[in-house]
Structure formats: C-alpha cells, structure tokens
C-alpha cells in the first residue's frame, strides 16, 4: 500500500501545480510537452528501460500508443471541462470515473468480491458524494456536458490501461519509456502546429513543464508498481487512487489553501478515510 499513498500524494501535486500555471501565467501546452521530456529522461536514467529487439518485441504496442495519445489528451480535456463546465464539476466527473474503473476490475480482469471491499467502496462513494458536495451551480451551456463526458471516461481509461501494462510480460521500464516518447511526439506535433499559427515558446512554461515532469513521472511510475503490488486486487488500487486522491486534495484545500468547508465535506474526510482502511484490510 506504500506505492499507492505514495502516488496519491504526487498525484495531488500535479493538480496543484496544474492550477497555479494560470496564476503564473504558464502556457499549458508547452507545459506538457516538456512535461512529457523530462518523464521521458527520467525513466532512461532511473529505470534503465531495455530498448533491444527482444524487449521492443515484446512490447504491448498497442497499449503503449493508447497511453501516449490519452494521457496528453486529458490535460486538454480537463482543461477544457473546467473552462466549460467550471473546476467543482470537472473535478466531480475525474473522481467518479472510479466507477468505471471498478466495473472494469470486475468484469474484465475477473476480481472476486469480500465483504471488506464491498464496504470500501460503498464507504468510498459516500465519501466521494460528500467530498464534492458543493451548492447547485448553474446549468450546462454549450458542449461542457461532452467535455465532462470525455473526463469521466478518459480517466478510467487510463486506469484500465495501466492496469493492463502491469499484467503484461513487457519490461516495465521500456512499456512506460515507449509510452512518455509517444506522448511526447504528440504534443510537440501540437504544438508546432500552434507555433505555425503564431504561438511563441516561453522559457517559463520550459521550467513549470520540468517541475511538472518530475511530478508525473513520480505519479504514473508509483501507480503502476502499486497495481503490480496488489495484482490481485485492482478494485483496490482503482478505489484508494481515487479516495485517496478526493481526501487529501480536500485536506489541502481546507488547511492550507484555506478552501470554505462544510460539515458534509469534512465528514466525507472521515468516511474516506474508513474506506481506505477497509480497502487496506481488504488487499491484505
């Protein structure tokens, strides 16, 4: 569970700094191209990922081209959700993608159900229910519906994906390597195209781009060894990722960003944090 608390904790980090760019006035594309090149080096130094014809032959290609084209893609697709739809319901559409994520553990990758991971999660969408609580806000406009459609699905996605990468026989190093270069292409391919309309590189998006690709990298890398850790119970790597994510995210906004909080949302603390514990109880 050491690998799970420590991708929550990195996972919150990328939201933070994703949300002071716009008060630093960071250019998010950019960003997440040199995001991508410094999780790239990483990997090449930390990893030491095999690049041999064996190796490469080995490779779930398929799933390494899916990962570098939705994991750029969501970084666009939440910030166009927040835009569109506002930051409350964006985030609301990211967490519950967990349901998606559990119907998968379920019904693809044949997980059996205990009585300790049934109250995990029954405990774990209350929490989540009562985490986003938030007043009505007002309706939808536009295409913020599809936008938030595409955050909700995208995310389990990703879970799904990497879920897969773990269960395969590929080099670790190398899966995740050949993901990061993928995704890299992909945004420097995007934003030669905005740079052909006029848009000019930002030394300071270079910098906030490494800040953001150490945390990444951090992230993606912990959540990966988590599912290969408890490989027999992706339900609860999907469930305490989210969980934990909504918990600590809400702790941070209440302590130190000094976020209004209800009595609804800090009983939801409490309820995530029984869940965890359930779930903990679960993968042990």
Request: charged share 10%.
């Amino acid at each position: 569970m050491q690998f799970l608390a420590l991708a929550v904790c990195f996972s919150v980090a990328v939201s933070l700094w994703l949300r002071q760019a716009p008060a630093w006035r960071l250019d998010l594309g950019q960003m997440v191209l040199w995001n991508y090149a410094i999780a790239s080096l990483l990997c090449l130094l930390l990893l030491h990922p095999r690049m041999d014809a064996a190796s490469l032959s080995r490779m779930p290609w398929g799933i390494a081209l899916a990962l570098g084209v939705v994991l750029p893609g969501l970084f666009v697709i939440m910030g166009r959700a927040v835009r569109s739809a506002g930051i409350v319901r964006a985030d609301i559409a990211q967490r519950l993608s967990l349901l998606l994520s559990l119907a998968a553990a379920f019904g693809l990758f044949g997980q059996k159900v205990d009585a300790w991971q049934l109250l995990g999660m029954a405990l774990g969408l209350l929490a989540m229910l009562a985490l986003l609580a938030r007043p009505a806000a007002r309706a939808l406009r536009g295409d913020a519906a599809i936008w938030l459609l595409a955050v909700w699905f995208g995310y389990a996605l990703v879970d799904v994906l990497l879920k897969l990468l773990a269960l395969r026989g590929a080099n670790f190093g190398t899966a995740l390597q050949s993901s990061f270069l993928l995704a890299f292409v992909c945004m420097a391919v995007a934003q030669a195209l905005r740079m052909a309309r006029g848009t000019r590189l930002d030394p300071r998006s270079l910098g906030g781009g490494l800040v953001l690709g150490l945390l990444n990298y951090a992230n993606i890398d912990l959540y990966i060894r988590a599912h290969q850790s408890l490989s027999a119970n992706p339900a609860v790597v999907f469930a305490g990722m989210n969980l934990g994510v909504v918990a600590l995210s809400s702790l941070v906004g209440m302590l130190w960003l000094r976020e209004p909080t209800s009595r609804v949302n800090r009983a939801g603390i409490v309820l995530a944090g029984l869940a965890i514990a359930a779930l903990t109880r679960a993968a042990a």
